[in-house]
């Protein structure tokens, strides 16, 4: 036996066609008025009861300040880089730690999870004042 060759083991039921006279009573099965009784009844679509309470914002509105902030942590940096290596946001991305988002290098704030023994020169970041005082206690300098 193959796929095509199998036959369903019950009778197949015709559908009922609603709304063509005959023997179905003075509404044809579909009821007293509504949208339900009508022939072709095309229901609203349920999303735009949702979209027509949101406010309407008049005028264009055009967002250019999307400033891209990532963190790193202090035993992180410890990890990667050796003793006196610089930490940019240039380096961190030739070393691939980060990449550029949308063409731009987004802008990095050093938290003070972990711990850190090396000193490495830190430039052009944020520092968190717990991460600047660990830094600079294990003999790195801040540019």
Do not use: W
């Amino acid at each position: 036996m193959q796929l095509h060759q199998l036959k369903p083991n019950h009778k197949i039921r015709k559908k009922k066609r609603i709304g063509r006279g005959g023997k179905k009573g003075t509404y044809s099965g579909k009821g007293i008025k509504g949208q339900r009784a009508r022939a072709g009844r095309k229901f609203v679509p349920i999303i735009r009861g949702i979209i027509k309470k949101y406010p309407k914002l008049r005028g264009y509105r055009f967002n250019t300040k999307e400033n891209y902030q990532l963190t790193l942590n202090v035993g992180f940096l410890e990890k990667k880089f050796q003793e006196g290596d610089l930490v940019s946001p240039q380096t961190l991305i030739e070393k691939r730690i980060i990449h550029k988002i949308k063409g731009k290098t987004p802008s990095i704030k050093i938290l003070a999870t972990g711990a850190i023994k090396k000193p490495l020169i830190i430039e052009n970041c944020q520092l968190s004042k717990k991460a600047k005082s660990e830094i600079e206690k294990a003999g790195g300098t801040i540019k």
